[in-house]
């Protein structure tokens, strides 16, 4: 079936996402024996298509993965997240630049 390869360039890069889900698409990558890349594809050009990703035995184990790991997002909170205050790393670098500037740039 080596017609059906497709030869590809990977890149990568700094995606930021919600903690919970990602702790359960690395434990969902885990189970399956792949990567977090190879999941994520494989979710994306699904939903490309208009198509589900998972077989009901996989969104079994995800909604187990979702209880274990207190992840109680669904699609309706798609679009609505809100990062919490001083979560993010623009947050955090404008922090330690006031922090400076207050010690006069002393360290």
């Known amino acids: 079936m080596a017609e059906d390869r497709h030869l590809i360039q990977r890149v990568q890069t700094g995606v930021r996402v919600e903690k919970r889900l990602l702790k359960v698409l690395k434990a969902f ?11 994520l594809e494989g979710i994306v050009l699904h939903a490309f298509d208009g198509k589900c990703p998972f077989e009901p035995a996989s969104l079994l184990r995800i909604k187990e993965l979702k209880k274990f790991y207190g992840l109680d997002l669904d699609a309706r909170a798609s679009h609505r997240l809100v990062e919490s205050a001083g979560s993010s790393s623009e947050d955090r670098s404008l922090k330690k630049k006031a922090a400076k500037k207050n010690s006069g740039g002393r360290k």
């Open 29 to 39: 990558a885990e189970f399956k024996d792949m990567t977090l890349g190879d999941l």
